[in-house]
């Protein structure tokens, strides 16, 4: 079954506390991306990757990290994690990049920081 | 810059009833544009897209219509269901796949 899979669903860390949440396409997807998704605010894109080796900063990258080693996997990394960091977090891949290719979006991790 | 207004507040309504969320956006050139659904939770979901001008995009009863001359894209449906219920999210894709979302409207379906 074509998915995107991210882990774990739940977290809860305290402050400075460094954390990495996964996401694993099984669809030879290129593009892959993360988001936030606050209330009030809809969805923010944090960083999105076009390629292997190749990422580039979204909307809100402040306080995150990513890696793209592979083209399946795309972990998302907070170093020292701060409690504004508390949000709904999704990982979305597609094709390619381009209007034809839809983004598949995982279940999303939603993050607590105390 | 490019970005997506959606109508502010849930949406609740009942069952067989008429649906209508409204949606514009603002941006460079010609955006290709979806709406996205997400149900409880879950992630989001392509519903439907449109890619120029005067397309209709469509799927599970929902339609919406680019309108450039009104920089809309408006979603609705005949006669929702229960399970309708979920968030929706308007969006325009610009760049390199960077893809720009509204706010989201909760939609609440009774019986």
């Known amino acids: 079954e074509a998915q995107v899979t991210q882990n774990p669903r739940y977290l809860i860390t305290v402050t400075g506390k460094k954390l990495t949440v996964t996401c694993s396409q099984n669809m030879n997807h290129e593009y892959m991306s993360w988001y936030r998704q606050d209330p009030g605010l809809g969805l923010r894109q944090i960083y999105y990757?076009?390629?292997?080796?190749?990422?580039d900063k979204g909307d809100v990258p402040e306080g995150y990290k990513v890696s793209r080693k592979e083209k399946r996997n795309f972990p998302l990394i907070l170093e020292s994690p701060s409690p504004n960091q508390t949000s709904l977090y999704f990982c979305?891949?597609?094709?390619?990049?381009?209007?034809?290719?839809?983004?598949?979006f995982g279940n999303g991790t939603r993050l607590t920081v105390t | 810059g490019n970005s997506v207004t959606q109508m502010e507040g849930p949406v609740t309504l009942s069952e067989e009833a008429f649906l209508t969320i409204n949606c514009t956006y603002t941006a460079t050139g010609y955006p290709s544009l979806f709406w996205y659904v997400q149900y409880p939770g879950e992630g989001l979901q392509l519903l439907l897209k449109?890619?120029?001008?005067?397309d209709k995009g469509s799927n599970k009863g929902f339609e919406a219509t680019y309108r450039k001359e009104t920089t809309s894209f408006h979603l609705e449906k005949g006669s929702v269901q229960v399970s309708d219920s979920a968030v929706y999210f308007c969006?325009?894709?610009?760049?390199?796949?960077?893809?720009?979302f509204g706010k989201g409207n909760q939609v609440v379906v009774i019986p």
């Open positions: 990757s076009m390629n292997v080796e190749v990422t």
């Open positions: 969006a325009l894709v610009y760049g390199n796949n960077r893809l720009a």
């Open positions: 979305a891949s597609s094709r390619q990049t381009g209007v034809d290719s839809p983004l598949h």
């Open positions: 449109a890619t120029k001008a005067d």
